[in-house]
């Protein structure tokens, strides 16, 4: 069982830069993928980025690719995304989840545990 509280979440401007973090409850976070998932108001839950379970594999949407950075710190058992040069499209309710051994997922419904999530809302 992992429990994920996300944090870091607030309004900001265009242009400006953010970071999430992801805090995982338990021993196994180290071997979970870490997914980055965001919904707007009225709009599908798309993906952002993921990070593997052995950090090695990043992926991101390319909306945000040049933009957005996934990191993990075991130590710590937290997941970050960093982001910068942040674009009022950016707003939405950012939520990670995790899966056992993955490599770095898009796809929501291979992540089995999943944080409530944190405001996000970037103005011009």
């Known amino acids: 069982q992992v429990r994920l509280v996300e944090s870091g979440g607030g309004s900001v401007q265009a242009g400006d830069s953010l970071r999430l973090s992801c805090a995982a409850s338990g021993r196994t976070f180290e071997t979970h993928a870490v997914g980055w998932f965001r919904q707007a108001p009225g709009k599908d839950r798309e993906f952002v980025a993921a990070i593997g379970w052995t950090g090695g594999n990043k992926v991101y949407a390319d909306s945000v690719k040049g933009r957005f950075t996934v990191s993990r710190d075991n130590a710590k058992n937290t997941a970050y995304l960093q982001m910068n040069t942040m674009k009022r499209e950016d707003t939405a309710v950012y939520s990670c989840?995790?899966?056992?051994?993955?490599?770095?997922?898009?796809?929501?419904?291979?992540?089995?545990?999943w944080g409530q999530g944190t405001q996000v809302t970037v103005s011009s």
């Open positions: 989840a995790a899966e056992p051994y993955g490599v770095g997922s898009a796809y929501s419904h291979q992540y089995v545990y």
